[in-house]
């Protein structure tokens, strides 16, 4: 019924950026909070920044500075902007909103399917 894709991930060295997309699609009425979660291997997902439908950001300690979650509603897209990145950045990153689908009254929460990001010299 609705659909959360990213796309950006890559390999970058230390220091460099990176820029991740979500796009949302299906049926949508409206799209309330949109975040950004990474999961690396043998820890546990973890919230990276989260935008709510008020464009209030928040950030976990470990990007603050260097990330920065931003929203297109227009085009029911999420970034995450990712600068001066380091090893222990090196994740899967996951989408996530809060969906209202057309018809529904229900907001489900979805995720994407993750895209990869690895920082390493």
């Known amino acids: 019924q609705v659909q959360l894709v990213e796309s950006g991930g890559g390999l970058v060295q230390p220091g460099e950026s990176l820029r991740l997309s979500c796009a949302a699609s299906?049926?949508?009425?409206?799209?309330?909070?949109m975040a950004w979660y990474r999961q690396a291997p043998g820890k546990q997902r973890e919230l990276v920044a989260l935008i709510n439908s008020g464009d209030r950001e928040n950030y976990a300690d470990s990007v603050k500075g260097r990330f920065t979650i931003s929203r297109d509603n227009a085009k029911n897209t999420v970034y995450l902007q990712m600068n001066g990145l380091k090893p222990e950045d090196t994740a899967v990153y996951y989408c996530?909103?809060?969906?209202?689908?057309?018809?529904?009254?229900?907001?489900?929460?979805?995720w994407g399917q993750g895209t990869l990001v690895t920082v390493s010299s």
């Open positions: 299906g049926r949508i009425f409206r799209i309330y909070a």
């Open positions: 996530n909103a809060d969906i209202q689908p057309l018809g529904v009254t229900n907001v489900l929460n979805a």
